[in-house]
């Protein structure tokens, strides 16, 4: 029963570095299995997600081993379980890609169907499309999905709609297929360029990763490698707004400007001002922000990652915002919880408008979901009060020593535990 008190109105300043990508991490790890050698994976965040995956390998049979806080040495050789255990991969969403990499190392897969936060509806039929075309065959039941293939051969996959996890998922399979592979309408996320380049270092032969066509041709044998894990742009926008939301200033280090692109022009359109360096940007504000539309989108249009977090920067605004969202279905449940702050917002479907009242105030808040916890601890930063945030686990899933970094750069922000004990009385 961990939760964050937030004492507000403290203007941040200073320097604050970002982890490395949960949403690449989670993808690296399981791909691991792909590989006939160790391999070691450096700028691993500390997350509960990276965690989770570490903890389906060891439990599978793998050697995991860290070498310090954020790299660690993962040996696959010589299991043989093709069984991802359920209670583990039932935590969280990326447990999918254990589906593609199992069954690309031995031609079948058993995990549990994904969880993670509720975001509403999340087939996974794409997935399992991609499988399909490869070879596969598959049975869902009792709540796990089954794949098994003779022989896995490269075919052209088409997905249907834009998706991520099931890009990824293809490029697992078909790394050791046999033949040519070509996945078309792929997403072109920064994540998926961090994979293809980690399994290439492998010695995989995927090309065009970052574009709508890429083209895996199937390899018999992948060596160890040591790789480092892209910077989460994701945790950069969100100290990004942070930043803007207290009207401070803030260096933030350690990403990659290019993959902030979508983030920074939106920014720089509420009345943000953003420096770029080589591997920093620099935010500041030094005047009124002011309304703007959004509409979040695969990438390079605004990531849904960071919808909920300009919409609460929107709420200091000046005038009226609307947001659209374009990729899931209930991502406003945050709205709630801001409404308690003070914000003035109504929600339509998948259109929220947001009438800027300038200011916010603390009150008690529960997180529903991974990136609504993130967008309440910046309302609780700028708002007049305190703000405790409950259900900090869902933060805790994406966002490496979120609190400790906050404090460097001025935040009054603490983690406080409440004892079983303590709540058994209350009870």
């Given at each position: 029963?961990?939760?964050?008190?937030?004492?507000?109105?403290?203007?941040?300043?200073?320097?604050?570095?970002?982890?490395?990508?949960?949403?690449a991490?989670?993808?690296?790890?399981?791909?691991?299995?792909?590989?006939?050698?160790?391999?070691?994976?450096?700028?691993?965040?500390?997350?509960?997600?990276?965690?989770?995956?570490?903890?389906?390998?060891?439990?599978?049979g793998?050697?995991?081993?860290?070498?310090?806080?954020?790299?660690?040495?993962?040996?696959?050789?010589?299991?043989?379980?093709?069984?991802?255990?359920?209670?583990?991969?039932?935590?969280?969403?990326?447990?999918?890609?254990?589906?593609?990499?199992?069954?690309?190392?031995?031609?079948?897969?058993?995990?549990?169907?994904?969880?993670?936060?509720?975001?509403?509806?999340?087939?996974?039929?794409?997935?399992?499309?991609?499988?399909?075309?490869?070879?596969?065959?598959?049975?869902?039941?009792h709540?796990?999905?089954?794949?098994?293939?003779?022989?896995?051969?490269?075919?052209?996959?088409?997905?249907?709609?834009?998706?991520?996890?099931?890009?990824?998922?293809?490029?697992?399979?078909?790394?050791?297929?046999?033949g040519?592979?070509?996945?078309?309408?792929?997403?072109?996320?920064?994540?998926?360029?961090d994979?293809?380049?980690?399994?290439n270092?492998?010695g995989?032969?995927?090309m065009?990763?970052?574009?709508?066509?890429?083209?895996?041709?199937?390899?018999?044998?992948?060596?160890?490698?040591?790789?480092?894990?892209?910077?989460?742009?994701?945790?950069?926008?969100?100290?990004?707004?942070?930043?803007?939301?207290?009207?401070?200033?803030?260096?933030?280090?350690?990403?990659?400007?290019?993959h902030?692109?979508?983030?920074?022009?939106?920014?720089?359109?509420?009345?943000?001002?953003?420096?770029?360096?080589?591997?920093?940007?620099?935010?500041?504000?030094d005047?009124?922000?002011?309304?703007?539309?959004?509409k979040?989108?695969?990438?390079p249009?605004?990531?849904?990652?960071?919808?909920?977090?300009?919409?609460?920067?929107?709420?200091?605004a000046?005038?009226?915002?609307?947001?659209?969202?374009?990729?899931?279905?209930?991502?406003?449940?945050?709205?709630?919880?801001?409404?308690?702050?003070?914000?003035?917002?109504?929600?339509?479907?998948?259109?929220?408008?947001?009438e800027?009242?300038?200011?916010?105030?603390g009150?008690?808040?529960?997180?529903?979901d991974?990136?609504?916890?993130?967008?309440l601890?910046?309302?609780?930063l700028?708002?007049?009060?305190?703000t405790?945030?409950?259900?900090?686990?869902?933060?805790?899933?994406?966002?490496?020593?979120l609190?400790?970094k906050?404090?460097?750069?001025?935040?009054?922000?603490?983690?406080?535990?409440?004892?079983?004990?303590?709540?058994?009385?209350?009870?």
């Amino acid at each position: 029963m961990d939760k964050f008190v937030i004492h507000g109105g403290h203007r941040l300043s200073g320097e604050i570095e970002v982890s490395g990508a949960k949403n690449a991490a989670v993808a690296l790890i399981p791909a691991v299995l792909l590989c006939d050698e160790p391999c070691i994976l450096e700028n691993v965040p500390e997350i509960s997600d990276v965690s989770i995956s570490l903890r389906i390998l060891y439990e599978m049979g793998a050697q995991v081993d860290y070498i310090n806080r954020t790299t660690v040495r993962i040996s696959t050789v010589g299991l043989k379980n093709f069984c991802v255990p359920y209670e583990s991969a039932r935590r969280m969403r990326a447990s999918y890609y254990f589906l593609g990499a199992l069954l690309g190392k031995f031609g079948k897969a058993r995990v549990s169907m994904p969880g993670g936060c509720p975001l509403g509806d999340r087939p996974i039929d794409q997935h399992l499309k991609a499988f399909s075309a490869l070879g596969a065959k598959c049975d869902i039941q009792h709540g796990m999905v089954d794949l098994t293939a003779e022989k896995l051969t490269g075919n052209q996959i088409y997905l249907d709609v834009v998706s991520v996890g099931a890009t990824m998922n293809a490029m697992l399979a078909a790394v050791r297929a046999e033949g040519l592979t070509v996945i078309e309408n792929a997403a072109k996320e920064p994540h998926i360029v961090d994979l293809a380049n980690f399994l290439n270092s492998m010695g995989a032969d995927i090309m065009g990763a970052g574009t709508d066509v890429i083209k895996v041709r199937g390899v018999q044998y992948l060596h160890g490698t040591t790789y480092s894990v892209i910077p989460d742009q994701i945790e950069a926008g969100t100290f990004m707004i942070a930043a803007a939301a207290t009207h401070g200033d803030v260096l933030v280090k350690n990403v990659i400007p290019k993959h902030l692109e979508p983030i920074t022009m939106k920014l720089r359109k509420i009345g943000v001002n953003i420096e770029e360096f080589d591997d920093s940007v620099r935010v500041w504000v030094d005047g009124p922000l002011v309304r703007t539309n959004v509409k979040t989108m695969p990438h390079p249009g605004f990531p849904t990652d960071m919808q909920p977090q300009i919409t609460t920067l929107l709420t200091l605004a000046e005038g009226t915002s609307i947001i659209t969202e374009g990729v899931w279905e209930q991502r406003f449940r945050y709205v709630d919880e801001l409404r308690r702050m003070g914000a003035d917002i109504s929600v339509d479907g998948k259109v929220a408008v947001v009438e800027g009242t300038g200011k916010l105030t603390g009150a008690p808040v529960k997180a529903c979901d991974l990136r609504a916890g993130a967008a309440l601890i910046i309302a609780g930063l700028a708002a007049k009060g305190i703000t405790e945030i409950e259900d900090i686990y869902h933060i805790e899933r994406g966002y490496s020593c979120l609190d400790e970094k906050l404090r460097q750069v001025g935040a009054d922000i603490q983690k406080v535990s409440t004892p079983v004990s303590t709540l058994r009385e209350a009870l």
